[in-house]
């Protein structure tokens, strides 16, 4: 049974940092691509960022480029999403999963994690 459980959500205020951990257990890390969603009040769960097993490609979306970074860490089955000069648009809840990274840099989800919420006031 493959199971994505996150970690390190928060409140914080504008400019500030956090990282988000995402556990993966009852699949193999290192052959899964891996990636964050976010969901906030009122809007549809939108793609934020992925990186593949092997290579580390990675996949950005524009909102958040040069702000946040992804990072896979194999001896903990573990995928860590560094957060920085956050806004109050990137409240939201954020979901990790674990999916397909195409060769044109595409993310497809199969599983999803519950959810962590993050939380930017000014």
């Known amino acids: 049974q493959v199971q994505l459980v996150e970690s390190g959500g928060g409140s914080v205020q504008t400019g500030d940092s956090l990282r988000l951990s995402c556990t993966l257990s009852g699949r193999t890390f290192d052959t899964t691509d891996m990636g964050w969603y976010r969901q906030a009040p009122g809007k549809e769960r939108e793609f934020v960022i992925a990186?593949?097993?092997?290579?580390?490609?990675?996949a950005t979306a524009s909102s958040v480029l040069g702000r946040f970074t992804i990072a896979r860490d194999s001896a903990k089955n573990t995928v860590n999403l560094q957060m920085n000069k956050l806004e109050p648009d990137d409240t939201a809840v954020y979901y990790c999963?674990?999916?397909?990274?195409?060769?044109?840099?595409?993310?497809?989800?199969?599983?999803w994690g519950k959810g962590t919420l993050v939380t930017v006031s000014q």
């Open positions: 999963a674990a999916g397909r990274l195409s060769p044109v840099l595409v993310f497809s989800p199969e599983y």
């Open positions: 990186v593949s097993s092997g290579t580390g490609r990675t």
